[in-house]
């Protein structure tokens, strides 16, 4: 049973934490590809251990190296080791009596950490090494490696027996990169062991190859050298990414198991292909009123089962210019071509695949024919019976009219349609600020809008204090120290930025403005600066301006990117305005710059009140 009254509580507090979570995706969340307009996430690696266990003079010398999820080396990584008898979970094994030394002078000497655990310290890198002096017995060894600024941490465990010999593996070559491509995949595995600072070859040893999964690839004999090859079908090594490779030895009655993992990369081929060509040819279409293209991108390994689907961008060119490209869904995308035409004939379009991924590589360019078509006459009339009713109409409303006006609502907040805008309703002798975050031109509460106070710093942005708006509109932002450069930011998913310096504390009003009309906005507000041809008209639809730019290929994309953020119907959020923002004018980046997302460097987690 509920205790009476503790269901609001318990609702309040969902509230608050969905609300802290918004806020924190708002300020953290970028568009893959590291598109502009998105703050940057910086994520940590993860460690991984490769360890060996071998005799030398009577002692078990642990040795190994510590890497990233990449391969790269963990710089002075320290890893802990602890010793149990037997199996795991079993009576921990007293290192102190193992008398515990460095294997080189250049090694820093292991640090006890208490007395059942030994540090040992990484050198430049990565690798660490200790020798032991033990009785012999059945061991397990457990390494870790704690967590750290840049790596989370990792552990791992090697069963040892000292009364078997020891076997260490590894791959001859080691394959970072594996090719998806190739029909099978040849490796090999070398097993060897060290006694006294002598390595010889371990044969007649029965070793096994599997992937992260787990996932047998097969099982080979060492030779008289010590290696066993392996020919693998590359549809069994998994899809395309990141995976690991690891060879294993379950130990008999002479030699102890052993084990050793490698990460890897698996790789292929994306080809695009168009469906409707016809002998190199596609149907006739008109670039100014856009030609659609659809393709097909396929994975080269799919031929064997790797069951990948490609994932990226395919950009069209013409020439040197690009003219047209879309981000690929599900292995498919549709590229809408618009270029100005200056006559008549067949271009050459070549399109051009872009990974996001670096396991995906683009197998060529795919080149067809596109023949052309001028627009019809027929299909400008429709556009001209629209000028002439816009005219008619911009008459009929400009003749005066006997009329009483409402009066003016007694709020000084302005609806223009240039950018958002902020108003200090009234100012108040306690610390912090409250307000509304309503709609420019609506004049409707903007929900889950994020209002923060951000402190500029020489690589990015600081978040000092960060709330959101409630059902309607409203904010709370707890008060905090301001200090001189300090300012107010506020967006929502649909709404443009807003960036002022920060008011005194008091009563705020915020009116944002939709993205999509901030688009629109910025392109009529060039027009009228750039001149003639585009400002021809008092407010200049993009197609007007597309028509105006003629053979600028530059304004042509802008144009038609912006009037497909503003009329196709889709959403414009922060990362559809980003897109839309890098085709525009060069001479419009101080003008985006106040209004994109910087990257910002997030504060302490709070609770947000109401």
């Given at each position: 049973?509920?205790?009476?009254?503790?269901?609001?509580?318990?609702?309040?507090?969902?509230?608050?934490?969905?609300?802290?979570?918004?806020?924190?995706?708002?300020?953290?969340?970028?568009?893959?590809?590291?598109l502009?307009?998105?703050?940057?996430?910086?994520?940590?690696g993860?460690?991984?251990?490769?360890?060996?266990?071998?005799?030398?003079?009577?002692?078990?010398?642990?040795?190994?190296?510590?890497?990233?999820?990449?391969?790269?080396?963990?710089?002075?990584?320290?890893v802990?080791?602890?010793?149990?008898?037997g199996?795991?979970?079993?009576?921990?094994?007293?290192?102190?009596?193992?008398?515990?030394?460095?294997?080189?002078?250049?090694?820093?000497?292991?640090?006890?950490?208490?007395?059942?655990?030994?540090?040992?310290?990484?050198?430049?890198?990565?690798?660490?090494?200790?020798?032991?002096?033990?009785?012999?017995?059945r061991?397990?060894?457990?390494?870790?490696?704690?967590?750290?600024?840049?790596?989370?941490?990792?552990?791992?465990?090697?069963?040892?027996?000292?009364?078997?010999?020891?076997?260490?593996?590894?791959?001859?070559?080691?394959?970072?990169?594996?090719?998806?491509?190739?029909?099978?995949?040849?490796?090999?595995?070398?097993?060897?062991?060290?006694?006294?600072?002598?390595?010889?070859?371990?044969?007649?040893?029965?070793?096994?190859?599997?992937?992260?999964?787990?996932?047998?690839?097969?099982?080979?004999?060492?030779?008289?050298?010590?290696?066993?090859?392996?020919?693998?079908?590359?549809?069994?090594?998994?899809?395309?990414?990141?995976?690991?490779?690891?060879?294993?030895?379950?130990?008999?009655?002479?030699?102890?198991?052993?084990?050793?993992?490698?990460?890897?990369?698996?790789?292929?081929?994306?080809?695009?292909?168009?469906?409707?060509?016809?002998?190199?040819?596609?149907?006739?279409?008109?670039?100014?009123?856009?030609?659609?293209?659809?393709?097909?991108?396929?994975?080269?390994?799919?031929?064997?089962g790797?069951?990948?689907?490609?994932?990226?961008?395919?950009?069209?060119?013409?020439?040197?210019?690009?003219?047209?490209?879309?981000?690929?869904?599900?292995?498919?995308?549709?590229?809408?071509?618009?270029?100005?035409?200056?006559?008549?004939?067949?271009?050459?379009?070549?399109?051009?695949?872009?990974?996001?991924?670096?396991?995906?590589?683009?197998?060529?360019?795919?080149?067809?024919i596109?023949?052309?078509?001028?627009?019809?006459?027929?299909?400008?009339?429709p556009?001209a019976?629209a000028?002439?009713a816009?005219?008619?109409?911009?008459?009929?409303?400009?003749?005066?009219?006997?009329?009483?006006?409402?009066?003016?609502?007694?709020?000084?907040?302005?609806?223009?349609?240039?950018?958002?805008?902020?108003?200090?309703?009234?100012?108040?002798?306690?610390?912090?600020?409250?307000?509304?975050?309503?709609?420019?031109?609506?004049?409707?509460?903007?929900?889950?809008?994020?209002?923060?106070?951000?402190?500029?710093?020489?690589?990015?942005?600081?978040?000092?204090?960060?709330?959101?708006?409630?059902?309607?509109?409203?904010?709370?932002?707890?008060?905090?120290?301001?200090?001189?450069?300090?300012?107010?930011?506020?967006?929502?998913?649909?709404?443009?930025?807003?960036?002022?310096?920060?008011?005194?504390?008091?009563?705020?009003?915020?009116?944002?403005?939709?993205?999509?009309?901030?688009?629109?906005?910025?392109?009529?507000?060039?027009?009228?600066?750039?001149?003639?041809?585009?400002?021809?008209?008092?407010?200049?639809?993009?197609?007007?301006?597309?028509?105006?730019?003629?053979?600028d290929?530059?304004?042509?994309?802008?144009?038609?990117?912006?009037?497909?953020?503003?009329?196709?119907?889709?959403?414009?959020?922060?990362?559809?305005?980003?897109?839309?923002?890098?085709?525009?004018?060069?001479?419009?980046?101080?003008?985006?710059?106040?209004?994109?997302?910087?990257?910002?460097?997030?504060?302490?987690?709070?609770?947000?009140?109401?």
């Amino acid at each position: 049973m509920t205790p009476k009254g503790s269901t609001p509580r318990v609702l309040r507090f969902v509230s608050l934490l969905l609300r802290a979570a918004l806020c924190a995706e708002l300020v953290s969340v970028t568009p893959l590809g590291g598109l502009g307009g998105g703050a940057h996430i910086r994520v940590k690696g993860v460690a991984r251990i490769d360890a060996h266990a071998g005799l030398a003079g009577g002692k078990l010398v642990v040795s190994g190296t510590v890497t990233d999820d990449e391969g790269r080396p963990a710089a002075g990584a320290d890893v802990s080791l602890g010793l149990t008898r037997g199996l795991p979970g079993g009576p921990s094994a007293p290192l102190g009596s193992a008398r515990p030394e460095g294997c080189t002078e250049a090694n820093k000497p292991p640090a006890l950490d208490g007395s059942e655990r030994i540090v040992l310290p990484g050198d430049a890198s990565g690798r660490f090494c200790v020798r032991l002096t033990l009785p012999k017995d059945r061991y397990t060894a457990d390494l870790e490696v704690r967590a750290t600024g840049s790596l989370d941490g990792t552990r791992l465990e090697m069963p040892l027996d000292l009364a078997l010999r020891p076997a260490t593996l590894r791959f001859d070559p080691e394959r970072p990169v594996l090719d998806l491509d190739d029909d099978t995949l040849d490796i090999e595995v070398v097993a060897s062991t060290e006694e006294d600072g002598v390595t010889a070859p371990a044969a007649a040893l029965w070793l096994g190859l599997s992937t992260e999964t787990g996932a047998m690839l097969g099982g080979a004999m060492t030779g008289s050298s010590g290696h066993a090859r392996f020919s693998i079908p590359t549809a069994r090594l998994g899809p395309p990414g990141r995976g690991e490779l690891r060879a294993t030895f379950a130990g008999n009655g002479d030699w102890g198991p052993t084990a050793h993992a490698i990460p890897v990369e698996r790789r292929t081929r994306v080809d695009l292909l168009v469906p409707d060509l016809n002998g190199g040819r596609r149907p006739i279409g008109t670039p100014e009123d856009g030609i659609a293209i659809p393709v097909v991108a396929t994975a080269h390994c799919t031929r064997s089962g790797c069951g990948a689907i490609p994932t990226g961008i395919v950009e069209a060119r013409v020439g040197d210019a690009v003219v047209g490209a879309a981000t690929l869904d599900r292995g498919a995308a549709r590229v809408l071509v618009t270029f100005a035409m200056t006559d008549p004939t067949d271009v050459s379009v070549r399109l051009r695949y872009g990974p996001d991924t670096p396991w995906f590589r683009a197998a060529g360019e795919t080149t067809l024919i596109q023949p052309l078509e001028g627009p019809s006459a027929w299909r400008r009339w429709p556009l001209a019976l629209a000028g002439v009713a816009a005219i008619g109409w911009l008459v009929i409303v400009r003749i005066p009219r006997q009329r009483v006006r409402p009066a003016s609502p007694p709020s000084k907040l302005r609806t223009s349609r240039r950018g958002p805008v902020l108003e200090v309703v009234g100012e108040t002798t306690s610390r912090g600020w409250t307000g509304h975050v309503i709609d420019a031109d609506e004049r409707t509460p903007v929900v889950h809008a994020r209002v923060s106070i951000e402190r500029p710093g020489f690589e990015r942005r600081e978040v000092v204090a960060c709330t959101t708006t409630d059902d309607q509109g409203k904010f709370v932002l707890e008060p905090t120290d301001p200090l001189p450069g300090d300012e107010l930011s506020a967006e929502a998913p649909l709404h443009a930025l807003l960036r002022s310096p920060l008011p005194a504390s008091g009563d705020l009003r915020i009116a944002l403005v939709l993205r999509r009309r901030a688009l629109l906005d910025r392109l009529v507000s060039w027009a009228h600066r750039r001149g003639k041809p585009f400002d021809l008209y008092a407010d200049p639809t993009p197609a007007q301006l597309r028509r105006a730019a003629g053979a600028d290929l530059g304004v042509v994309r802008w144009a038609t990117a912006v009037e497909r953020a503003a009329y196709g119907g889709g959403v414009v959020d922060e990362q559809a305005q980003g897109e839309v923002d890098r085709l525009a004018p060069s001479e419009l980046a101080e003008e985006i710059a106040p209004h994109a997302r910087e990257e910002v460097s997030l504060p302490r987690p709070k609770h947000p009140r109401r």
